[in-house]
Nanobody
Framework: QVQLQESGPGLVKPSQTLSLTCTVS??????????WSWIRQPPGKGLEWMGV???????YYSPSLKSRTSISRDTSKNQFSLQLSSVTPEDTAVYYC????????WGQGTQVTVSS
């Protein structure tokens, strides 16, 4: 059973970089059976897919966020991370990491507020 846990600061100031880490257990980020994504949900709005990384470290991002988004991996720790630069209050959301295989496996989500 794949389990995912987001971690990182809950408050980020405007213009800074939002950094979150997803720690994975029960499955390897280096196996082709899975792909690994970041999703967010602003308050009162729907889910927004941000980007994905696959077993070989390849990445793909939402066109609307590509210029500000980076997903990276630490295979020795079985973790993948999100960096979102130049944040504004519009980036306030609950951020989720997710694995896709036969089923989708979600982290519990972590609230990130962008505010000065």
């Amino acid at each position: 059973q794949v389990q995912l846990q987001e971690s990182g600061p809950g408050l980020v100031k405007p213009s800074q970089t939002l950094s979150l880490t997803c720690t994975v257990s029960g499955g390897s980020i280096t196996t082709s059976y899975y792909v690994w994504s970041w999703i967010r949900q602003p308050p009162g709005k729907g889910l927004e897919w941000m980007g994905v990384t696959a077993y070989d470290g390849s990445t793909y991002y939402s066109p609307s966020l590509k210029s500000r988004t980076s997903i990276s991996r630490d295979t020795s720790k079985n973790q993948f991370s999100l960096q979102l630069s130049s944040v504004t209050p519009e980036d306030t959301a609950v951020y989720y990491c997710k694995a896709r295989a036969r089923y989708d496996y979600w982290g519990q989500g972590t609230q990130v507020t962008v505010s000065s």
